[in-house]
């Protein structure tokens, strides 16, 4: 068994009886193939919260300063995420990105790039955008419907894939993708509160 495994495992049997996390919508996960998750970012939890209700492994793009920090930073690759510079056009986590998409793994991403102090959803970032017009994968919108109380009921509900097709061919721009992709995603908060 892989620590990955073994961490999801792990974090699963803690957090969902804590938070009593309700998942929806895995029938609209593609079983094989690249996927694109992008997911609302409310709390620090989401990631670990996202990767154990999502059917299959997913990486996550960490901020740099977590892999300085003793013993989590040596752990954080074995957990499938990789390092992005934030503030900045970050070449090397965008190839890294692609990279798992064409490898036909999953890639989540909070477009957002930051939580949202308010719950409110914010405006995504254009790397959302640019993921799914350069890669192949399927792009499916995942809602996290808090708040992260002890006992309280928290939703996670994945969408069906967006249709990219037309997206591609109307030749949109990424910040234009990506904010497509969050309406998909506060399309389905609406329908889920």
């Known amino acids: 068994m892989n620590l ?7 974090v699963k049997s803690i957090l969902s009886p804590l938070y ?3 998942v929806k919508g895995l029938e609209h996960f593609p079983k094989d193939g690249g996927v694109l998750l992008c997911a609302n970012h409310i709390d ?6 996202v990767g154990i209700s999502a059917p299959r492994p997913v990486s996550f793009m ?10 989590l930073g040596k752990l954080l690759p074995d957990l499938r995420a990789f390092p992005v510079k934030r503030g900045m056009s970050d070449r090397e986590a965008l190839r890294k990105g692609l990279k798992v998409l064409k490898q036909g793994d999953v890639l989540g991403l909070f477009p957002e790039g930051t939580r949202s102090k308010t719950g409110q959803i914010g405006k995504g970032l254009a790397g959302a955008g640019f993921f799914a017009l350069r890669s192949e994968a ?3 919108p995942c809602a996290i419907i808090g708040p992260y109380k002890p006992f309280r009921k928290l939703k996670v ?17 990424a910040e234009k993708t990506t904010e497509i992709i969050m309406k998909h995603i506060e399309d389905l908060i609406h329908a889920n509160q």
């Not at 990955?4 to 792990?10: Q, S, V």
């Not at 509900?157 to 721009?173: A, T």
């Open 4 to 10: 990955y495994t073994f961490a999801r495992g792990l």
């Open 20 to 22: 009593r996390i309700e």
């Open 44 to 49: 620090n939890l989401d990631p670990p919260v």
């Open 62 to 71: 960490a901020k740099e300063e977590l892999f300085n920090v003793p013993v």
């Open 138 to 140: 399927y792009v499916v």
């Open 157 to 173: 509900v994945f969408g069906p894939p967006i249709p990219m097709d037309s997206i591609r061919e109307e030749r949109l721009n």
